[in-house]
Every structure is written in C-alpha cells, then in structure tokens.
C-alpha cells in the first residue's frame, strides 16, 4: 500500500465523527489497495459484518459472490478488489427491521480524497439507492428500478446494482432482466478487471 493510502485508511480507521450516534461503537470497515481496479460501493456493514471486521461477511455477501461469479478466495484476496461503503461503520436497524441508513457525514467526508488515492480504479459497483444517489445525482433514474435497468447509460465507470439483501428476492424474481442483461455484463467486467480466467468458479 503506498503512503498515502495507508496514511488515509488508518485515519479513517481512528474517525470518531459520529460515534455517539452509532449503536456499537465506530468499527470502519474497508479494503483498499493501490492496485484497485473494481471498487465495490455498498452501503455501510452490518452488525455481523461490525463483529468480524470483514466487507460483506453475510447472507448478502453469499448473493453478492454468486453475482460477481467469484468465490470467497479471490473476493478477499485478490487486490484489485476494493470494498468502500457509503458509511463505513454499522448504524443500527430501524424499526422495519432493516438496516438504518448510512451516516451521512461519512462519503463526502471520505470518499474523494480516497479515490484519488486509487490510479488504477475503473470500474465502481453501486449498490443500493444511497450509492447510486450520491454517485450518479440527476444522472440517475426516479427509482432503483430505474438506474439499474438504464444500467448501459453509466459504463464505463459506474455499473448500478440493487442491494444483494435476501429481503430483495421479490425484487429479483420480478425483474428477471437483471439476471438475464446485467450479471452476464457483470461477470465478464468482473474476469477482465480481476485478471481471472473464465473459468474461475
């Protein structure tokens, strides 16, 4: 890791900006290196992802893997592979029973001045409605549905995706346009960027 990004991440690491609002305490949770090529963007961890410190370290990140078309191998241990949520530390469920949104001091805070810090990033995943608003703006669509379907509008650098929450299954099981158009698009983004042969899984 250069320097610089080290110099940046253990600042985060030690960020205290909104700890008195987070229910466990800050644990910023990211992985960088200089040779990030495909950043993944989510929205911020979970409580278990909290626990072990690891980017999406649950049922999501099972869904996430089999979208990507890797296995838990290259999905941590490839360094061309960046995890940087919209809020790096877990914020607590709301009373639906998901997840409450992620802090929202923490991506213009952070984010900038990180992905300057990555030359060789191409290709960013936007996973969720927080990161697709804060990266895409008016660019993106009414709705979800809308920005991951109009999915073409944003490559070369920006490729939209919904959440990979088992909560979301009805979401995919009526949209089967996603499988069909956009992992296909995914994987192969996916092989190329990660240096990995077609035949990876």
């Not at 911020?44 to 990140?61: E, L, N, Q, W, Y």
């Not at 960046?82 to 923490?106: E, L, Q, V, W």
Request: hydrophobic share 40%; glycine share 12%; net charge positive.
């Amino acid at each position: 890791m250069t320097e610089a990004l080290a110099a940046a991440v253990a600042e985060i690491r030690a960020c205290r900006l909104c700890a008195e609002e987070l229910p466990l305490g800050p644990r910023p949770v990211l992985t960088l290196s200089p040779r990030t090529r495909l950043l993944v963007v989510g929205q911020a961890p979970s409580a278990t992802v909290h626990r072990s410190g690891i980017p999406f370290d649950s049922r999501s990140g099972d869904r996430l893997r089999d979208w990507l078309g890797i296995g838990m191998g290259e999905f941590l241990g490839n360094d061309r592979l960046g995890f940087m949520p919209m809020g790096f530390c877990y914020t607590g469920r709301n009373p639906a029973g998901g997840d409450n949104p992620p802090a929202r001091i923490c991506a213009p805070t952070w984010h900038p001045g990180l992905r300057r810090l990555l030359p060789d990033l191409e290709l960013t995943l936007l996973i969720g409605r927080y990161a697709q608003a804060y990266y895409l703006g008016k660019q993106g669509k009414a709705s979800l549905t809308g920005t991951v379907a109009a999915w073409r509008d944003y490559l070369p650098h920006f490729l939209p995706l919904p959440h990979p929450s088992w909560r979301n299954s009805g979401w995919l099981a009526g949209n089967p346009w996603f499988g069909q158009e956009v992992l296909p698009e995914l994987r192969g983004q996916v092989i190329r960027l990660l240096g990995l042969s077609a035949s990876v899984r």
